[in-house]
């Protein structure tokens, strides 16, 4: 049995989405994996799901910090708008091949990020994720 119904992936590179996808299938860490290239056009499938099918958003979203038009931390003043009451349940992880100290203190200041890791995603991290955070929201 796989750990959560739904995980979105954000990140502008493709053959990275590509190798999260196949890990998080491989690990069976999730029923479903929907990637996108565009952080705008992740939130629009976010606030369309918050508006016609809530029990659809997904369980985790794995965000990168640089990406053009839209980038990490724009996406995350836009996510805040979203409705609480449906955003509760899922948990939000930065992704980034970025190693500034200060990317990571800003994004772990930010009440909505659970948590910051390097890339590559690896079976390693989504341990992590299961035991430190899956495990105390069930």
Known sequence: MNTLRRVVLIDDDQVSNFVCESIIKG???ADEVISFEWAQDALDYLQHTCTEDPSN?????????????????????EYRKLSENVTHSCSLFMLSSAVDRKDIICAKSHIEVKDFFSKPLS??????????????QQ
């Open 27 to 29: 690990e069976r860490f």
């Open 57 to 77: 958003f997904p369980d985790l979203i794995f965000l990168d910090i640089n990406m053009p038009g839209m980038d990490g931390w724009a996406f995350i003043q």
């Open 123 to 136: 079976p390693e991290i989504l341990a992590i994720i299961k035991e430190e955070f899956i495990a105390e």
